[in-house]
C-alpha cells in the first residue's frame, strides 16, 4: 500500500480509537450521574455542572484545535487529531514532535513530505514518551487515594485543608509562569508584562462578577469563561500596546 | 459507608480496564502502520528521539500521578490520564464544577461532580477537535488570523487570573507564601517558563503543604 501522511486507512485507525476514549468519557459519565442521584444530589446541580463544564471547555478547545492545524502541516491531519485528542497536551506534544522529527535530521516547521518509516518513528516516539499516566493510574491511582481517604479518617479538617493547599500549590506555580518573561521589562522590554496585564484583567473581571452576583445571578454559573475570554479578548490590544 | 466503598471500589475496577484496554488500542496503532506499509521504524531516529524525549516526559508523568490523583478524584484521574491536557483544562474545570456546586474535594459528592465535569469536558473536547479537523480547510485562515493569534497565546494567564481569585480570596493565608515564591522563581530563573511549569506543579504544592501544615499545627488557619 502507498503510505501518505494523510492515507484513508490512518484516519480509519486513529477515529476507532478517538471513538473508544468517547466511549469511556460516557462510560464514566453515566456512572457518576446514577452514583449522584443516589447520593440525593439534585438534577438542578448535576445540569449546571454539565453547562457550566462544556461552556469552559469551547475555548481550550479551540486553541488544541489550533495546534492540530500547526502540526498537520508537517505530519498530516490524522496524527495531530490523534495525539491531541488523547493524552499529551499542547505544549507535549509540540516537543515530543520536534524531538522526533530533528533525531532523523529534519526540522519541524519546514517537513515537505515524509517516508512512511520516517511518519512511523515520529508516531512510535510520540506514542512512547506519553504512555506513563495511562498505566501508572491503573498501578498506584488506588493506593494514593487511599492515602488520601486515611488522612481523612484520621483529621477531616486537616485533609480539608490538604486537599485546598495542593489546589493552591498548583495555582502558584502557573501565576509564576505567568511572571516567567517579567523579567525582560528591566532591560526595557515591555512584552514580558503582556501575560501578567491580561491577568489582572481576567482577574478583575472576575471579581466583578464576584459583586455583581447578587444583582444577576446567572453571572455565577459563567465567571470562569467569561474571565478566560475577556481576558484573552484583552491580550490583542495590550499586545499591540507592548510589543 | 459499605456503598461508598462499593461505587469507589467499582471506579478502580472499571477505570483499570478501560485505561489498560486504551493502553493497547494506542500501542495498536504504530504496530499496525508498521504492518499495513510493509516498514520498520528508522531505528536511530527512533532512539534518539526516544532518548530526547522519554525521560523527562516519564518523569514528569510519575510526579503527575501523585499531584493529580488527589485533586481528580478517582473517575476524574482514570478519564485525566487517557485524555490529558490535564493542567490546562480538566483540573480548571473540575476545580470550578467542585465551586459552582458547593461540595468538598475529598467527599464523594465531590468525586461525583469532577468525574461528570471531567467526562463531559472530555467529550466536548473531542468533539470540537472533530469539528475542528472536518472544517479544517474554511477554519484555518479564520483561527489562524494574525489579529487573534495574542488572544491565545494568552490562555493560560486569562485562565489562572479568574481561578486564582476564587480560591486565594478563600485561602489567602495559605496562599501568600507559594504565591510569592513562584514569582521569586520564576522571574529569577530563566530556565522557568512554558515547557517547565509542569515541574513546578509538584515543587508548589509540596511547599504550600508544608505550609499548611505549620499554619494548621500553629492554630492558624
Not at chain 1, 506513563?132 to 493510574?137: A, E, H, N, Q, S
Request: charged share 10%; glycine share 8%; with cysteine.
Amino acid at each position: 500500500m502507498e503510505f501518505s501522511v494523510n492515507h484513508p486507512i490512518i484516519f480509519v485507525m486513529v477515529g476507532v480509537i478517538i471513538a473508544a476514549v468517547l466511549a469511556q468519557s460516557i462510560f464514566f459519565l453515566v456512572r457518576a450521574m446514577r452514583r449522584a442521584k443516589e447520593l440525593g444530589m439534585e438534577s438542578k446541580t448535576l445540569r449546571k455542572t454539565i453547562k457550566t463544564a462544556a461552556i469552559f471547555t469551547i475555548a481550550p478547545a479551540i486553541a488544541i484545535v489550533i495546534s492540530v492545524m500547526t502540526l498537520a502541516k508537517d505530519l498530516g491531519l490524522a496524527l495531530p487529531w490523534l495525539r491531541l485528542s488523547v493524552i499529551g497536551s499542547l505544549s507535549y506534544e509540540t516537543v515530543a514532535a520536534a524531538n522526533a522529527v530533528s533525531a532523523m535530521g529534519l526540522t519541524l516547521g519546514q517537513v515537505k513530505s515524509l517516508t512512511a518509516s520516517q511518519y512511523i518513528t515520529i508516531t512510535w516516539v510520540m506514542t512512547l514518551s506519553i504512555l506513563v499516566g495511562i498505566w501508572l493510574m491503573p498501578l498506584i491511582g488506588k493506593r494514593i487515594q487511599n492515602g488520601m481517604i486515611n488522612i481523612g479518617n484520621k483529621d477531616k479538617k486537616w485533609s480539608e485543608i490538604f486537599t485546598n493547599a495542593m489546589f493552591i500549590g498548583m495555582l502558584s506555580a502557573f501565576l509564576g509562569f505567568v511572571f516567567s518573561d517579567f523579567s525582560t521589562v528591566f532591560s526595557g522590554d515591555w512584552s514580558g508584562l503582556i501575560p501578567v496585564l491580561v491577568m489582572i484583567v481576567s482577574a478583575l473581571v472576575m471579581a466583578i462578577c464576584g459583586l455583581l452576583v447578587k444583582k444577576i445571578k446567572w453571572i455565577y454559573d459563567y465567571a470562569l469563561p467569561l474571565s478566560m475570554i475577556l481576558g484573552m479578548l484583552s491580550a490583542i490590544p495590550i499586545t499591540n500596546w507592548l510589543s | 459507608m459499605k456503598k461508598d466503598q462499593t461505587y469507589l471500589d467499582s471506579v478502580h475496577h472499571y477505570g483499570r480496564i478501560w485505561n489498560l484496554s486504551v493502553l493497547v488500542l494506542f500501542l495498536l496503532f504504530p504496530a499496525l502502520l508498521m504492518v499495513i506499509f510493509k516498514t520498520l521504524p528508522d531505528w536511530r531516529g527512533l532512539s534518539l528521539g526516544l532518548l530526547a524525549t522519554a525521560p523527562m516526559y516519564w518523569a514528569v508523568a510519575f510526579v503527575e500521578i501523585f499531584t493529580y490523583v488527589p485533586m481528580l478524584g478517582a473517575g476524574g484521574s482514570y478519564l485525566s490520564f487517557v485524555t490529558g491536557n490535564i493542567s490546562n483544562l480538566k483540573l480548571p474545570c473540575a476545580l470550578n464544577s467542585l465551586e459552582q456546586a458547593g461540595v468538598k474535594a475529598n467527599s464523594e459528592e465531590g468525586e461525583v461532580i469532577s468525574t461528570i465535569s471531567i467526562a463531559v469536558s472530555s467529550i466536548v473536547t473531542t468533539i470540537i477537535i472533530i469539528i475542528g479537523v472536518i472544517l479544517i480547510v474554511p477554519l484555518t485562515p479564520i483561527l489562524n488570523a494574525p489579529v487573534l493569534a495574542p488572544a491565545f497565546a494568552q490562555l493560560i494567564p486569562a485562565l489562572f487570573g479568574g481561578l486564582a481569585v476564587v480560591f486565594i480570596s478563600k485561602y489567602w493565608k495559605i496562599a501568600i507564601a507559594p504565591m510569592l515564591l513562584m514569582i521569586i522563581l520564576f522571574i529569577t530563573i530563566p530556565a522557568l517558563n512554558q515547557g517547565t511549569v509542569g515541574i513546578m506543579v509538584p515543587v508548589g504544592v509540596i511547599f504550600t503543604l508544608g505550609v499548611a501544615r505549620l499554619m494548621y499545627k500553629k492554630g492558624l488557619i
